[in-house]
């Protein structure tokens, strides 16, 4: 039996671990000639910070533009793409950063998904929380690390 993976997909958040699960997304790529899609989950604190005038959308921005040039040196042949998502929802009570992953993997739609382990240092990272959700209902295989 062959596993058809055209497009691997690598929710970040700027931790460490989420550097660590896009070296192994890069791989999984990499094994079957698939793209990798950089997802940068942005949080509620963040988002908070924004509308707040505490924290300049620029910044934010050029964060996640930093996260995909940092993918450059790493992908070889493997074709990158990236995007970013809110991991939260004002309205939607059940909105989080697992479903947000969720849903766009679904959207892409992503053949595999590598995501990071809660964070040693910091439970409160966005992917930490994300992890055990994306891992228990994704469609596609999963590799959290």
């Given amino acids: ?4 993976i055209d497009l691997v997909l690598v929710p970040v958040d700027g931790s460490e671990r989420a550097a660590e699960a896009l070296t192994y997304g890069v791989a999984v790529a990499d094994r079957y000639d698939a793209a990798v899609h950089v997802l940068h989950v942005v949080d509620e604190p963040v988002m908070k910070s924004v509308e707040a005038g505490e924290l300049d959308a620029e910044d934010v921005a050029d964060e996640q533009l930093s996260v995909a040039d940092e993918v450059a040196p790493l992908v070889g042949d493997v074709s990158p793409s990236h995007s970013s998502a809110v991991g939260f929802s004002l309205s939607r009570l059940r909105q989080h950063p697992g479903s947000a992953i969720l849903d766009v993997a679904e959207e892409l739609p ?19 929380r994300a992890a055990q959700c994306v891992v228990e209902y994704a469609s596609q295989p ?4």
């Fill in 1 to 4: 039996m062959t596993t058809d």
């Fill in 110 to 128: 992503a053949d595999f998904v590598v995501v990071p382990r809660e964070a040693d240092a910091d439970p409160e990272q966005t992917m930490g």
């Fill in 142 to 145: 999963v590799l959290s690390v």
